[in-house]
């Protein structure tokens, strides 16, 4: 019996040429408010932008998308899961959302997790319970149909894999499941949402899978027995308590596009860390860049008129691989403690912390296609006599300005500095106030140090952070003529660019 026709005939209901399953939310009447104007583009009022990281993740791009969704009327995230975390200040408020879209404490924006995402569904309620518990709608979220379940073994074989890989091979992973539940996807061994609302072919599924999700957890040492019908039982729940939110949401996002809406995707994760363009094999399994958006959405690149990227002013990861510019105390304390929250979100591991690396973010510039440029926690550094910012790789006195692919290459690599005279320390009021008055308010040497990052990136800077709160954002294309490339090359006239002292680990 093919999967989807059970006993009692199809229980598949086809509707204005769109295929729904029973009990699914139907698109075209919950979303009406979001349609209307036929796709042109000259009518569309406000563009679809991207919003990447453009490092290790844990750039700040949570505030960047909640500063951005003020004027949005949908935020859709298109990659990573849970391993996310993406934290938002509203007033006294904190919010750390791993897989909500970071637009949800905003109820006229429609957040969507699209189909690229691994919803886990136990963390998914949970984040839903705990947002209505603080008072809190969720009548906004849709989640699609077509996005990948984390189930049970996907987590154990997280830890399993890691453990099989070992030192040099393992990324340090979240051990959210999300490695194990792209490997399914691909391999099509997967669960989607809309098998859970589905108990036949649920059922069908889990028969054909379970077994062999045994034997694989077996074959690497695992002693998890799983119960078929408890997973069965606990899953069909989860289907049960997510049905109201979940959507054709390539449809909404596609309808709302025509409508001339604001639509902005927020990615997880970063750059560095993208399945495909990352240091793999230690970043992510998912791609972290703009144009994940299009495939992890239902959407094409037409749709995306804008894409900015998200750097901390300087670096950080959690997890494994090499990392260039890497530093040790004092200053490691100092972007730890003045960071505030240099710990992972999720891992709650101290992250490792580095100066900003210009290869990494003329790679993230490039291969994301950025148009505008955010630079978050340029307060973080305030209080140093010095800041430091790679310009170029040296390997064996082969200056590298593009980042390699080889893994024991960059390991090898030492980073050639350019050093900037430091600014002063702030309160947090007077960070707020510079905050409000714009750019030309920052202190000079903080202004020199983003105008030589922008110019060696390319990319207009459009946002500048120096806190954690809304207000704490300088919106630069407030101020500024429409943007246009700064010119590659630093105007002001540098120290000249010391070589680290680092010894190169051969
Ligand atoms: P995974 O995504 O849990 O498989 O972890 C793979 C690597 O990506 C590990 O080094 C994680 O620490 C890192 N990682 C995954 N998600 C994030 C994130 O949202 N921020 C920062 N690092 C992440």
């Given at each position: 019996?093919?999967?989807?026709?059970?006993?009692?005939?199809?229980?598949?209901?086809?509707?204005?040429?769109?295929?729904?399953?029973?009990?699914?939310?139907?698109?075209?009447?919950?979303?009406?408010?979001?349609?209307?104007?036929?796709?042109?583009?000259?009518?569309?009022?406000m563009p679809g932008t991207?919003?990447?990281?453009?490092?290790?993740?844990?750039?700040?791009?949570?505030?960047?998308v909640?500063v951005l969704a003020e004027a949005s009327d949908l935020v859709v995230?298109?990659?990573?899961?849970?391993?996310?975390?993406?934290?938002?200040?509203?007033?006294?408020?904190?919010?750390?959302?791993?897989?909500?879209?970071?637009g949800?404490?905003r109820?006229k924006v429609l957040?969507?997790?699209?189909?690229?995402?691994?919803?886990?569904?136990?963390?998914?309620?949970?984040?839903?319970?705990?947002?209505?518990?603080?008072?809190?709608?969720?009548?906004?979220?849709?989640?699609?149909?077509?996005?990948?379940?984390?189930?049970?073994?996907?987590?154990?074989?997280?830890?399993?894999?890691?453990?099989?890989?070992?030192?040099?091979?393992?990324?340090?992973?979240?051990?959210?499941?999300?490695?194990?539940?792209?490997?399914?996807?691909?391999?099509?061994?997967?669960?989607?949402?809309?098998?859970?609302?589905?108990?036949?072919?649920?059922?069908?599924?889990?028969?054909?899978?379970?077994?062999?999700?045994?034997?694989?957890?077996?074959?690497?040492?695992?002693?998890?027995?799983?119960?078929?019908?408890?997973?069965?039982?606990?899953?069909?729940?989860?289907?049960?308590?997510?049905?109201?939110?979940?959507?054709?949401?390539?449809?909404?996002?596609?309808?709302a596009?025509?409508?001339?809406k604001s639509v902005l995707f927020e990615?997880?994760?970063?750059?560095?860390?993208?399945?495909?363009?990352?240091?793999?094999?230690?970043?992510?399994?998912?791609?972290?860049?703009?144009?994940?958006?299009?495939?992890?959405?239902?959407?094409?690149?037409?749709?995306?008129?804008?894409?900015?990227?998200?750097?901390?002013?300087?670096?950080?990861?959690?997890?494994?691989?090499?990392?260039?510019?890497?530093?040790?105390?004092?200053?490691?304390?100092?972007?730890?403690?003045?960071?505030?929250?240099?710990?992972?979100?999720?891992?709650?591991?101290?992250?490792?912390?580095?100066?900003?690396?210009?290869?990494?973010?003329?790679?993230?510039?490039?291969?994301?296609?950025?148009?505008?440029?955010?630079?978050?926690?340029?307060?973080?550094?305030?209080?140093?006599?010095?800041?430091?910012?790679?310009?170029?790789?040296?390997?064996?006195?082969?200056?590298?300005?593009?980042?390699?692919?080889?893994?024991?290459?960059?390991?090898?690599?030492?980073?050639?500095?350019?050093?900037?005279?430091?600014?002063?320390?702030?309160?947090?009021?007077?960070?707020?106030?510079?905050?409000?008055?714009?750019?030309?308010?920052?202190?000079?040497?903080?202004?020199?140090?983003?105008?030589?990052?922008?110019?060696?990136?390319?990319?207009?800077?459009?946002?500048?952070?120096?806190?954690?709160?809304?207000?704490?954002?300088?919106?630069?294309?407030?101020?500024?003529?429409?943007?246009?490339?700064?010119?590659?090359?630093?105007?002001?006239?540098?120290?000249?660019?010391?070589?680290?002292?680092?010894?190169?680990?051969?």
């Open positions: 019996m093919p999967w989807g026709v059970g006993p009692g005939g199809p229980p598949f209901i086809l509707s204005n040429g769109l295929s729904v399953l029973s009990g699914i939310r139907r698109v075209d009447a919950a979303d009406e408010h979001l349609l209307s104007a036929p796709l042109s583009r000259a009518s569309r009022t991207v919003v990447v990281g453009t490092q290790f993740g844990d750039e700040g791009k949570g505030k960047i909640d995230r298109f990659n990573g899961g849970a391993n996310a975390g993406h934290t938002v200040q509203v007033g006294g408020e904190q919010f750390a959302f791993r897989l909500l879209p970071s949800i404490i109820p957040n969507v997790i699209g189909n690229g995402v691994a919803v886990d569904p136990g963390q998914l309620l949970e984040e839903i319970d705990a947002l209505r518990a603080r008072g809190h709608g969720v009548q906004n979220l849709r989640v699609s149909d077509r996005a990948h379940i984390v189930m049970p073994w996907h987590k154990t074989l997280d830890e399993l894999e890691e453990k099989a890989k070992g030192a040099g091979m393992a990324a340090g992973t979240t051990k959210r499941g999300i490695g194990p539940v792209f490997e399914d996807k691909v391999g099509r061994w997967g669960i989607r949402v809309t098998d859970l609302l589905d108990d036949i072919v649920l059922r069908k599924k889990l028969d054909a899978i379970y077994p062999v999700k045994q034997k694989v957890s077996r074959a690497f040492g695992g002693t998890d027995t799983f119960s078929l019908d408890a997973v069965y039982n606990r899953y069909r729940g989860y289907g049960d308590r997510l049905r109201e939110f979940v959507a054709d949401t390539s449809v909404v996002v596609h309808d596009i025509r409508g001339g990615g997880a994760q970063g750059t560095l860390l993208c399945v495909d363009h990352g240091v793999y094999p230690y970043g992510t399994s998912s791609a972290c860049v703009a144009g994940a958006a299009t495939v992890g959405v239902g959407i094409g690149p037409s749709a995306i008129d804008r894409v900015v990227g998200v750097a901390k002013a300087f670096t950080s990861r959690v997890g494994e691989g090499p990392f260039p510019t890497e530093v040790d105390d004092p200053v490691a304390s100092h972007f730890r403690e003045r960071g505030g929250g240099e710990y992972g979100t999720v891992t709650r591991r101290p992250r490792r912390v580095g100066w900003i690396d210009l290869v990494m973010l003329r790679y993230a510039a490039r291969v994301n296609g950025l148009t505008d440029l955010a630079v978050t926690k340029i307060d973080v550094l305030a209080g140093l006599e010095t800041v430091q910012a790679a310009e170029a790789y040296d390997h064996f006195d082969t200056e590298l300005r593009h980042f390699p692919a080889n893994m024991r290459v960059l390991a090898e690599c030492s980073p050639e500095y350019r050093d900037f005279d430091g600014w002063e320390d702030l309160p947090a009021k007077e960070w707020r106030r510079i905050a409000g008055k714009g750019f030309d308010a920052l202190p000079k040497a903080a202004q020199a140090y983003l105008r030589w990052i922008e110019g060696e990136v390319g990319v207009p800077l459009a946002f500048v952070s120096v806190g954690r709160g809304r207000e704490d954002t300088i919106d630069l294309r407030k101020a500024a003529a429409p943007a246009k490339a700064p010119e590659r090359k630093a105007t002001e006239s540098p120290r000249k660019p010391a070589k680290t002292k680092a010894s190169r680990r051969r």
